[in-house]
Structure formats: C-alpha cells, structure tokens
C-alpha cells in the first residue's frame, strides 16, 4: 500500500512539473518585447512624463509577463534593431531622420505595432516639429497638423466610443483622466475610414481648460483622444502631459498621468493587444 501510495505521489508530482514546464515555456513564447524612444528634452512636462513613463512601464513588464527597453538614441530606428522588438512606443517625439522614417514605416507595414502618447503626434508648420512626414501624420495618424489644446492641464470626463475593440476591455463607458493637455487636429478623424475612434472627450467636460487665453478653453466640439489605424497594429493616446508648476518657476510636478487606474488599465489592455501574436 506504501509502495502504491509513493507511486501515485511521484506522478502526481511528474504531472504537475510537465504542467509548470508547460505553462512556462507557452509564456515564454507569447512573451513580447517594447522598445520605447524618447526625446525628453525642452518642455518640462514631456520630460516628467517621459520619466514617469519609463518608472511605471518596467513594473507592468514585471507583472504582465513582457520585456521594456527605452532609449533616447534615434538611431536605433533602424532595421535590425527594430527586428527585436514586436511592440515600438514613442513616448513624446517623432523621428526627424528621413531614413528612420522609412524604416518606421516599413516596420509597420510589415506588422510592427506602436503605441504612441501625446506630443508624438505633433506637427505645426514654422516649429521645431514641423508639418514634413505626409504618411505619418496624414495617413498613419489620420490627423494631420496640430491645431490647438487646452490650457491649463486639467482632467476630463472621457467616454468609450468602440467598447468591442480589446484596449477597452473592463472600461467604465465614461471615467475621468489624469490631467492633461488635450489636443485638437487639422482633420476631422470620424471622415477617415481607417481610423477607428476608441475614446474621446465626453459633452459633460465642457468647459475644458482654464486659460487664460479664452482659445484654451473649450465650450463645446468633438475631441477623439485615443484611436487606431484598422491598416496597423497601432494605437495613440493623446494623454501624455503632466501638469507643472511654471509659475513659480519650481518645474515641480503637480500631476501624473500613471496615477489613474481605470486609464492605466486601457494602457496595459493596448499594450497587451499590441503584443499579442493572435492580432
């Protein structure tokens, strides 16, 4: 009976090695890298968040099973650097390098994905960033230049536009933001057919913004704040902008945008898609 019992334990204990062994190895290969591009320079609110975007992202690699590198070298935009990584992040600039660009867009034609925030889509004419890359900002993005934003940063009440797609999966049809600089476009995205709209800013918002210029502050309009390109893997949030003290001149933080966590959810659930090979 010993013998029959010692047995039937050294299975057992066999099944459930070959089920841990199992489950490592499929995790190991669903594991997805990210690979994150910055600037961090000039406004002190991309670079609080792009500091902050670098602490929070390495803890959710952790928890949810990918890799996070970062990097403030452009240069590694190029093809066999890219070949590592399944997910790109720009976290608040773009490449300004006419070779980067085509590898950027040859990389997402060829089933990259990429995750963009806030000032990466910014183009304006006559600006340190301007209105020169047609397929990014016209095609990819949908939303051709900058047109104009909120000031101060403020929360905004957001509401769900595409509750089937996976990056607003578990999301409250309406919640609030952290705070932000909330940007409108040259083109109206609902007229693109390949851009699906996910979210946007909710009528309950209104007004939107402090000033004191009375053109930063919104009464009224219809503000796409994250959306997505059916013809990539890719997904923008407009979020991105901490609040910071200017006029004290103190730079100190008075916001974070990783301190939400209903819109960190919608991040990790875009993220996770981005990196699933099943999409």
């Known amino acids: ?71 403030s070298n452009w240069s590694n935009l190029n093809a066999k650097f890219l070949a590592q990584y399944q997910v790109v992040l720009f976290l608040d600039t773009r490449p300004e390098d006419p070779e980067q660009r085509e590898v950027f867009k040859q990389y997402m034609s060829n089933g990259g994905a990429w995750m963009g925030f806030h000032f990466s889509a910014f183009a304006l004419e006559k600006s340190t960033y301007p209105d020169n890359w047609d397929w990014y900002h016209n095609h990819f993005l949908g939303s051709g230049s900058y047109g104009s934003n909120t000031w101060r940063p403020t929360s905004a009440i957001l509401r769900v536009v595409n509750k089937r797609h996976p990056a607003m999966k578990g999301i409250a049809l309406t919640f609030k933001s952290s705070p932000n600089e909330w940007y409108r476009w040259e083109k109206d995205l609902r007229q693109d057919p390949d851009i699906d709209i996910l979210l946007a800013i909710d009528s309950t918002s209104f007004p939107l913004g402090t000033g004191p210029k009375a053109n930063e502050i919104w009464h009224s309009g219809y503000y796409p704040v994250v959306w997505s390109n059916r013809k990539y893997k890719m997904i923008y949030l407009n979020m991105g902008h901490n609040d910071i003290d200017y006029e004290h001149h103190t730079n100190k933080d008075l916001s974070h945008t990783f301190d939400n966590p209903t819109q960190n959810r919608m991040i990790i659930n875009a993220l996770l898609w981005l990196g699933s090979p099943k999409n």
């Not at 841990?20 to 609110?45: E, G, H, M, P, R």
């Not at 968040?49 to 690699?61: G, L, R, S, Y």
Request: aromatic letters at 16%.
């Open 1 to 71: 009976m010993n013998n029959f019992r010692q047995i039937r334990g050294l299975i057992l204990i066999s099944l459930f090695l070959s089920l841990c062994l199992s489950l490592t190895v499929k995790a190991q290969k669903n594991k997805f890298k990210v690979i994150a591009f910055y600037t961090a320079a000039n406004d002190q609110a991309h670079i609080s968040f792009v500091h902050e975007a670098n602490t929070w992202f390495p803890k959710m690699a952790s928890k949810y099973g990918f890799d996070y590198d970062s990097t």
